[in-house]
C-alpha cells in the first residue's frame, strides 16, 4: 500500500536547522509530487513546500522560503526538508504528504504520520 | 492568497444525528479544487472529500461535499463515534494552498 514514513521526534535550540526525512513506497515515487505542511499545537495545517520528485524542482510558501528547503534522493525514495534559524514558533508537527500525479494541483492523501519539531532553549 | 473560514468552529452533537459543516473561500475555487479531511487526536489528517464532492477511497458513504464557486460543505449524515473530531476543509487548486481553521464536532 501507499505509504510515507517519517524520521522521528527532534528537539532544537533556537537558531538551529533542523531536518525531516519522508521515505515513500508502494508506488514509483518519481511520478507523485511532495507537499511538506506544519501543524502548530491547536492550529490548522499550513502548506510549506512541494518538489516534484522527478525534476527535483520546488516551490516555498513565501513566508518561510528564506528558510526552507526541499530536496530528494531518487535512489531511497526519500524526500527531505529542512528549516533554519529554527525560532519558538517552529515548535510543530511536520507532515509530508503526497500530492498530484500530474502538475501541481492535487489533494493531499495519504500523509506521513508526522514529526514533532521541538524548538526551546 | 485564499483565506478558507469555517464554520461553525464547533458542533455539539449525538450520535445518529446529522452535521453540516460550511467553507466559505475568499475568492473562488479554482475548477472546484476542494478537500475536506477529519484529523482525529495525535493522528494525521485523513481525507474524506476531494473536488468539492468525490468520497476519497473507502471513505463511507454517510460522508457526502458539495458547492462550488466559495461555498461548500461537508454533511456527515449520521454521527458514529469515530466521526467526533476535527474537520478542515483545503483548496488545492491555487499556491500557496490553504486550509481552513477547522470545525470540531464533540459529543452532545
Known amino acids: 500500500q501507499v505509504q510515507l514514513v517519517q524520521s522521528g521526534a527532534e528537539v532544537k535550540k533556537p537558531g538551529a536547522s533542523v531536518k525531516v526525512s519522508c521515505k515513500a513506497s508502494g508506488y514509483t515515487f518519481t511520478y507523485y509530487y511532495i507537499h511538506w505542511v506544519r501543524q502548530a499545537p491547536g492550529q490548522a495545517p499550513e502548506w510549506m513546500a512541494i518538489?516534484?520528485?522527478?525534476?527535483?524542482?520546488?516551490s516555498y510558501a513565501q513566508r518561510l522560503q528564506d528558510r526552507v528547503t526541499v530536496t530528494r534522493d531518487t535512489s531511497t525514495s526519500t524526500v527531505h526538508m529542512e528549516l533554519s534559524s529554527l525560532r519558538s514558533e517552529d515548535t510543530a508537527v511536520y507532515y509530508c504528504a503526497r500530492g498530484a500525479s500530474t502538475g501541481t494541483t492535487g489533494w493531499f492523501d495519504p500523509w506521513g504520520q508526522g514529526t514533532l519539531v521541538t524548538v526551546s532553549s | 492568497e485564499i483565506v478558507l473560514t469555517q464554520s461553525p468552529d464547533t458542533l455539539s452533537l449525538s450520535p445518529g444525528e446529522r452535521a453540516t459543516l460550511s467553507c466559505r473561500a475568499s475568492?473562488?475555487?479554482?475548477?472546484?479544487?476542494l478537500a475536506w479531511y477529519r484529523q482525529k487526536p495525535g493522528q494525521a489528517p485523513r481525507l474524506l472529500i476531494y473536488?468539492?464532492?468525490t468520497r476519497a477511497t473507502g471513505i463511507p458513504d454517510r460522508f457526502s461535499g458539495s458547492g462550488s464557486g466559495t461555498d461548500f460543505s461537508l454533511t456527515i449524515s449520521r454521527m458514529e463515534p469515530e466521526d467526533f473530531a476535527v474537520y478542515y476543509c483545503?483548496?488545492?487548486?491555487?499556491?500557496?494552498?490553504?486550509f481552513g481553521q477547522g470545525t470540531k464536532l464533540e459529543i452532545k
Open positions: 518538489i516534484n520528485p522527478s525534476g527535483g524542482t520546488t
Open positions: 473536488g468539492a464532492s
Open positions: 475568492q473562488s475555487v479554482t475548477s472546484s479544487y
Open positions: 483545503h483548496q488545492y487548486g491555487r499556491s500557496p494552498y490553504t
